[in-house]
T-cell receptor
Framework: EDKVVQSPLSLVVHEGDTVTLNCSYE??????LLWYKQEKKAPTFLFML????IEKKSGRLSSILDKKELFSILNITATQTGDSAVYLC???????????FGKGITLSVRP | NAGVTQTPKFQVLKTGQSMTLQCAQD?????MSWYRQDPGMGLRLIHY???????DQGEVPNGYNVSRSTTEDFPLRLLSAAPSQTSVYFC??????????????FGDGTRLSIL
């Protein structure tokens, strides 16, 4: 059975801190690893990673994939209160590239 | 271009009632899927479709039916609602099932309560 595990499940930081969110996966016929940010409504896409060791970056957010050790991290530098959200990690695999989601990491950024 | 549209946004049902959650996309995406999200559980796949006329079960399909008669629409039917089906339901789509160059796009969700 495909499995995605995120850690920690929640964390509280202060504005300006740097955070690292972890995601490990066990997926048959792995194809890609995705990160989403979820605030009040629908998850919004952040990154998709398919190749090991190549960092994807968007502003203060960055992510990297390690296909040998089967994990990914999402880094957020200089956090802001607007970064408060649930961060979801998902892996794509199997015959029809189904997504398996982790339980999510609740990040709270205090002023 | 509306993306993925879900209706209704909120619904309260009594145990045993049936209803259909609607999902429509205007991006000509072949792949569509339904998830439920419960506190502390992430998103779990209910059913998915790789094209019109083709559907398959996900992780938690019991109590739900789907059909895909057109590319645009992918309704989710609750046959006999149970309190355990109280959840937030998300519909998602992406261009097709065999390439991962594009991520899934999610609708805004339907919050469903079963009394």
């Amino acid at each position: 059975e495909d499995k995605v595990v995120q850690s920690p499940l929640s964390l509280v930081v202060h504005e300006g801190d740097t955070v690292t969110l972890n995601c490990s996966y066990e997926v048959t016929n792995f194809r890609s690893l995705l990160w989403y940010k979820q605030e009040k409504k629908a998850p919004t896409f952040l990154f998709m990673l398919t190749s090991s060791g190549i960092e994807k970056k968007s502003g203060r957010l960055s992510s990297i994939l390690d296909k040998k050790e089967l994990f990914s991290i999402l880094n957020i530098t200089a956090t802001q209160t607007g970064d408060s959200a649930v961060y979801l990690c998902a892996s794509s695999g199997g015959a029809n590239s189904k997504l398996t989601f982790g339980k999510g990491i609740t990040l709270s950024v205090r002023p | 271009n509306a993306g993925v549209t879900q209706t209704p946004k909120f619904q309260v049902l009594k145990t045993g009632q049936s209803m259909t959650l609607q999902c429509a996309q205007d991006m000509n995406h072949e792949y569509m899927s339904w998830y439920r999200q419960d506190p502390g559980m992430g998103l779990r796949l209910i059913h998915y479709s790789v094209g019109a006329g083709i559907t398959d079960q996900g992780e938690v399909p019991n109590g739900y039916n789907v059909s895909r008669s057109t590319t645009e629409d992918f309704p989710l039917r609750l046959l006999s609602a149970a309190p355990s089906q109280t959840s937030v339901y998300f519909c998602a789509s992406r261009p097709n099932h065999w390439t991962d160059l594009w991520p899934q796009h999610f609708g805004d969700g339907t919050r469903l309560s079963i009394l």
